[in-house]
């Protein structure tokens, strides 16, 4: 069974920072491509920034340049790393494994878990 344990949200004025984690268990992660995806009220969820299994990054427009995802494998965790945060980042923040195709993904690995908060105020 898969399991995705989001981490690391909170509340943060403009400007400030954020680490989101995310532990994986129940699926081979170095061989997995991951992503972090975001709601916020009232929108569609949206990719914000991927890793595939080799380590090729991709970002939305909106966040590149701002946040960072990495990936550790012995710990089967991904991270983003949210820097210059502005209230349009305000969402809850999820991670999975997209299945085949890792942009604009339709298919994940898991059931979209609880997810963490973040919340940038002006």
């Known amino acids: 069974q898969v399991q995705l344990v989001e981490s690391g949200g909170g509340s943060v004025e403009t400007g400030g920072s954020l680490r989101l984690s995310c532990v994986a268990s129940g699926i081979t992660f170095n061989k997995n491509a991951m992503g972090w995806y975001r709601q916020a009220p009232g929108k569609q969820r949206e990719s914000v920034a991927t890793i595939t299994a080799e380590g090729r990054v991709d970002y939305a427009h909106s966040v590149k340049g701002r946040f960072t995802i990495s990936k550790d494998n012995a710990k089967s965790t991904v991270y983003l790393q949210m820097n210059n945060l502005t209230p349009e980042d305000t969402a809850v923040y999820y991670c999975?494994?997209?299945?085949?195709?890792?942009?604009?993904?339709?298919?994940?690995?898991?059931?979209w878990g609880q997810g963490t908060q973040v919340t940038v105020s002006s």
């Open positions: 999975n494994a997209p299945r085949g195709r890792i942009k604009d993904a339709t298919n994940f690995v898991s059931a």
